[in-house]
């Protein structure tokens, strides 16, 4: 899978991957690294989120096997996460140290990916701002408040429907040419205006018939006689 969009919609969307497909999508999301003005198609956008959910699974199965691999060998009347946590030793504080240099290595792009799809969609990008303020207001409610469950719940599935529509228009600046357009613009909006047509020329006057009746004689010296 590649970049589906050619020279001219890239250079439109401020975005050399727009419409980046599989593992390019993991390019366009280190090669945007704080590239918050282009656009960025859904494609690009959910084959990221689907190798960063892929990637989270991988890393939390990994934890889990070796949190059991450490629980085997422990007395099972004197278990506790304290007393698991601590035969884990080193491994443990590695595994934290590498989650978090991940995640602070992704906070930025991630942030860039969000606002380009809302861009790419007609969505003023000052509105994940606003959902992102009230996603952190939810941490200083209560925890077991029904109002933060469903401020966080909305915040969620507003971004989810924002992020699943389709892309708007690319704007054209007459610099392409027609067959650069993108797919989704009526390309006779943009075409050039037809010259008008030359109007035809008027047609040669037809010759008279020739006329059947007999011909007059005029001469008096030689009068006509029929026979």
Do not use: C
Not at 183 to 198: E, G, L, Q, W
């Amino acid at each position: 899978m590649a970049i589906e969009s050619n020279a001219q919609e890239q250079a439109t969307a401020h975005n050399r991957y727009y419409r980046a497909t599989g593992f390019s999508s993991i390019k366009a999301f280190f090669g945007n690294y704080v590239n918050f003005t282009g656009r960025s198609s859904r494609s690009e956008y959910w084959w990221t989120i689907l190798f960063g959910t892929i990637l989270s699974i991988v890393a939390m199965i990994a934890f889990i096997a070796a949190v059991v691999g450490s629980a085997v060998g422990l007395d099972p009347d004197h278990l506790s996460p304290e007393r698991i946590f601590s035969h884990m030793g080193i491994g443990l504080v590695v595994f934290l140290l590498l989650v978090i240099v991940f995640a602070l290595a992704v906070l930025i792009p991630s942030l860039a990916i969000v606002i380009r799809r809302y861009r790419d969609a007609g969505i003023p990008w000052w509105i994940y701002l606003i959902q992102l303020a009230l996603n952190a207001a939810t941490n200083l409610m209560p925890k077991d408040s029904t109002a933060a469950s469903l401020l966080s719940w909305a915040v969620s599935l507003s971004i989810l429907i924002l992020t699943l529509l389709p892309s708007k228009p690319l704007p054209n600046d007459g610099a392409a040419p027609q067959n650069n357009l993108d797919s989704r613009i009526n390309p006779d909006v943009f075409a050039a205006p037809k010259a008008p047509a030359a109007p035809e020329a008027p047609k040669a006057a037809d010759a008279p018939a020739e006329s059947s009746a007999p011909e007059k004689h005029d001469d008096p010296d030689h009068p006509y006689t029929e026979g």
